[in-house]
C-alpha cells in the first residue's frame, strides 16, 4: 500500500521557471492537501480540495495553482518561481473516521529556488 | 493571529525523564485536535488523536480544554526514540482542513 506518492523528491529551479509538483493517493480520500513547510514557520496550506472537482485557498497561496485532476490526483503548479519559495512541499490526504479525520503525508518535496 | 500557536522549545531532557508540551488553538469551531510527530527531513505521521475526556497511548497521554482552547501531550519515560518534533494540529470541520503547530522539538539525551 504506497499511501500518498509525490513526485519529484527534489528539485532546483531558476527563478521565472514553472514546475508541477504531483501528487497522488491509493486510500481513495476525498480530501487532499499541499502545504509548505519552512524553518520556524511550521506547515502552512497552500490550498486544499475537500473532494473531487473541488479546490480552496489556504493560508498561502499566492504564486501557485492547483488540479484536482480526479479522486486520486492533486498537482500543484508554480507558474513563475520565486527564492521565496524555496521550501519543504507536502501533500496529504484525509478521510473522516469513526475516532476523526487523519491526515496521511506523502514523502516531502525540497524545492530550491535560485 | 494563526491558528495554533506551540511553544517551539527545544526541549532537551534526560532519559526516563516526563516532558509536557501545550498548544494553544484559536477557532472555536476547531472539530478535532491530534498529535503529529515528525522526524528530521521525514513526513508528519500520526501520534495520536486528542480527546475532549483525555486519552492515554502507553508512556503518552494527551488532553483537551475546549473552553480554554488548550491541548497538552505529556511524555513518561522520556526513550531515545522519542525524540522528534511534536506536532499540535487542529481540524476544522467546515473544508475539512488542518491547520499545524509550528512544532515543539524534543531532544532525549542519554
Known amino acids: 500500500n504506497a499511501g500518498v506518492t509525490q513526485t519529484p523528491k527534489f528539485q532546483v529551479l531558476k527563478t521565472g521557471q514553472s514546475m508541477t509538483l504531483q501528487c497522488a493517493q491509493d486510500m481513495n480520500h476525498n480530501s487532499m492537501y499541499w502545504y509548505r513547510q519552512d524553518p520556524g514557520m511550521g506547515l502552512r496550506l497552500i490550498y486544499y480540495?475537500?473532494?473531487?472537482?473541488?479546490?480552496d485557498k489556504g493560508e498561502v497561496p499566492n504564486g501557485y495553482n492547483v488540479s484536482r485532476l480526479n479522486k486520486r490526483e492533486f498537482s500543484l503548479r508554480l507558474e513563475s518561481a520565486a527564492p521565496s519559495q524555496t521550501s519543504v512541499y507536502f501533500c496529504?490526504?484525509?478521510?473522516?473516521?469513526?475516532?476523526?479525520?487523519?491526515?496521511?503525508f506523502g514523502q516531502g518535496t525540497r524545492l530550491t529556488v535560485v | 493571529r494563526k491558528e495554533v500557536e506551540q511553544d517551539p522549545g527545544p526541549f532537551n531532557v534526560p532519559e526516563g525523564a516526563t516532558v509536557a508540551f501545550n498548544c494553544t488553538y484559536s477557532n472555536s469551531a476547531s472539530q478535532s485536535f491530534f498529535w503529529y510527530r515528525q522526524d528530521c527531513r521525514k513526513e508528519p505521521k500520526l501520534l495520536m488523536s486528542?480527546?475532549?475526556s483525555g486519552n492515554e497511548d502507553g508512556r503518552f497521554t494527551a488532553q483537551l480544554n475546549r473552553a480554554s482552547q488548550y491541548i497538552s501531550l505529556l511524555i513518561r519515560d522520556s526513550k531515545l526514540s522519542d525524540s522528534a518534533t511534536y506536532l499540535c494540529?487542529?481540524?476544522?470541520?467546515?473544508?475539512?482542513?488542518?491547520?499545524f503547530g509550528t512544532g515543539t522539538s524534543l531532544t532525549v539525551i542519554p
Open positions: 486528542v480527546y475532549s
Open positions: 494540529v487542529v481540524n476544522i470541520g467546515t473544508g475539512n482542513q488542518f491547520y
Open positions: 480540495s475537500a473532494s473531487e472537482g473541488t479546490t
Open positions: 496529504a490526504s484525509s478521510e473522516v473516521r469513526g475516532s476523526g479525520p487523519e491526515a496521511f
